[in-house]
Nanobody, 122 residues
């Protein structure tokens, strides 16, 4: 069973930047589609960004487009989520997911991490 692990979450202030990392027990970067999702308290899990293993252009949610960037380093087997201009609405647990058919819907992913907390203060 492939394991996915996120890291990098912490408390920051509005306007700060933060980079999350996602790696796997097997090769994920460049081999599987990898997506980032988030879940804020009392809200449903929502799509943030996804990156294909086939060169397809990445996809972003409207709420993060222009501020967040998803990228990968296949040599390091790591997928990154660079988050800039953070605001309090970005506060959530961020999850990394991997799968052969994963895209914007959570149900299309096969493997999920445990999540990493991002807290943005005013």
């Amino acid at each position: 069973q492939l394991q996915v692990v996120e890291s990098g979450g912490r408390s920051v202030q509005t306007g700060d930047s933060l980079r999350l990392s996602c790696t796997g027990s097997g090769q994920i970067a460049g081999s599987l589609n990898v997506g980032w999702f988030r879940q804020a308290p009392g809200k449903e899990r929502e799509f943030v960004a996804t990156l294909s293993n086939s060169g397809r252009a990445p996809e972003y949610s409207e709420s993060v487009k222009g501020r967040f960037t998803i990228s990968l380093d296949s040599h390091e087997n790591t997928v990154y989520l660079q988050m800039n201009s953070l605001n309090v609405e970005d506060t959530a647990v961020y999850y990394c997911a991997a799968g052969w058919s994963g895209w914007v819907r959570a149900g299309t992913y096969d493997y999920w991490g445990q999540g990493t907390q991002v807290t943005v203060s005013p």
